[in-house]
């Protein structure tokens, strides 16, 4: 049986507060999901399965078939904000338009202009962790790949590339860690795709490589105060078991709930001033690789994660409409966490590494039904890019993530 962790409670705001009316109430409570890509629609089908009203706001066209029959779409989001009691932003790119919501009074999970530059200006970022005393790596910032090229020439070593900034869809998954100490192997990939990648990846970090094990600490943030319990987090990166195959974003992650930890206070915890200066409401965390001799922080995410939020709500046992409307409203609570480990794996098709979005490997797969074993049982069964048509779950989208498949222990 899964125990919960029981963390001392935070005094939660008086009965006055819309959201304790709402949820003692039980009064459905009406969520504006707004997105640019197909991404946070697992969120939104738990919503709507917890009886709550959800309207969903994607821009892609490229998604426009996604989420079909799991949850209501609209072709604008503009003209719902006044409807919704809670609209969520979940991805970058959206800090504007959420500080203006937030000054309006709306309650609004996701983006800040502050949190937005966090994770897609990784030099700021990394500004940002050694102002507030956080351990930094050495790191270099380019949006010419000659400059760089030339760099590694004039200073040999060990490095890891990483896009910057909000990356398009097709660089995402665009990672790549030196393997050789004179950092040869990135610069010949350099050297030989330096015309493709200023397209998937037109600004660029080279990090210096360290060698320790790699695990992210992330907290809700409720405007003032970190929500606990925090979350430590381990993603696979790589297609295959045994850290082999190409790299894919994140393939599954292995995570658990703890207590405000050493790996929490010296390092994102710090960023509490910040943070609260600056509003933001929603999940951030920070990645970070641990060795012998320290923490070393690497970057930010300033939104959900993706397939992090599916994983969490493996692991959180309060309803998720109620826990987002009080995070929205930027109160203090306890967020009620199953015990032990909580683990996802993403089920993908090979279209995911279509070059360009190849229409023919797009096609290939679009529509194919998914079937399961046990139809009636789907606990643990998470959406990606899928759609719902005559009670048939179909491949949707072109991005070739498809489900995410969850479990405690």
């Not at 640019?36 to 738990?46: H, P, R």
């Not at 400059?147 to 990672?175: D, H, Q």
């Not at 060698?211 to 405007?223: D, M």
């Not at 009080?326 to 996802?344: D, I, M, P, S, Y």
Request: charged letters at 25%; proline letters at 5%.
């Amino acid at each position: 049986m899964t125990q919960e962790n029981n963390l001392p409670s935070e005094k939660i705001n008086g009965s006055q507060n819309g959201s304790v009316a709402l949820i003692a109430a039980k009064t459905p409570i009406k969520f504006l999901f707004v997105s640019w890509e197909s991404l946070s629609g697992d969120l939104a089908w738990q919503l709507t399965k917890e009886g709550h009203s959800v309207k969903a706001y994607i821009k892609s066209k490229n998604d426009i078939d996604v989420y079909n029959g799991f949850i209501e779409k609209v072709d604008e989001w503009e003209p719902y904000q006044d409807w919704a009691d809670v609209i969520v932003f979940d991805d970058v790119e959206f800090g504007d338009i959420a500080d203006k919501l937030r000054k309006k009074g709306k309650s609004v999970v996701g983006g800040s202009k502050y949190t937005d530059r966090l994770e897609m200006d990784r030099e700021f970022g990394q500004m940002e962790m050694k102002k507030y005393g956080i351990n930094i790596l050495p790191q270099w910032q380019f949006s010419d790949y000659d400059e760089a090229i030339t760099f590694i020439k004039s200073n040999p070593s060990r490095y890891v590339f990483k896009p910057s900034g909000n990356v398009p869809s097709g660089g995402k998954g665009l990672l790549f860690i030196g393997q050789e100490e004179d950092g040869k192997d990135l610069l010949e990939l350099l050297e030989q795709n330096k015309n493709v990648w200023r397209k998937k990846a037109p600004m660029f970090q080279l990090q210096k490589h360290i060698s320790g094990v790699e695990v992210a600490v992330g907290a809700f943030f409720n405007g003032k105060e970190f929500i606990y319990p925090v979350n430590i987090n381990f993603e696979h990166k790589r297609v295959f078991p045994g850290d082999i195959g190409p790299f894919a974003g994140e393939m599954g992650t292995l995570m658990f709930w703890s207590r405000p930890n050493n790996l929490f206070k010296m390092t994102l915890e710090k960023m509490k001033p910040a943070l609260a200066e600056s509003g933001y409401i929603g999940y951030i965390d920070i990645n970070c690789i641990v060795n012998g001799k320290g923490i070393y922080p690497l970057e930010f995410t300033a939104r959900f994660g993706y397939p992090t939020i599916q994983i969490q709500l493996e692991g959180i046992s309060a309803p998720a409409g109620e826990w987002l409307l009080k995070l929205a409203q930027g109160e203090n609570f306890e967020l009620k966490t199953k015990r032990g480990f909580q683990v996802g794996v993403r089920v993908m098709v090979p279209m995911y590494f279509s070059k360009d979005r190849d229409k023919e490997a797009i096609e290939m797969y679009r529509d194919l039904p998914i079937l399961f074993k046990k139809p009636n049982n789907l606990e643990g069964v998470h959406i990606e890019d899928i759609k719902l048509e005559e009670g048939v779950w179909r491949i949707a989208g072109v991005s070739g993530c498809l489900l995410v498949i969850t479990g405690s222990g």
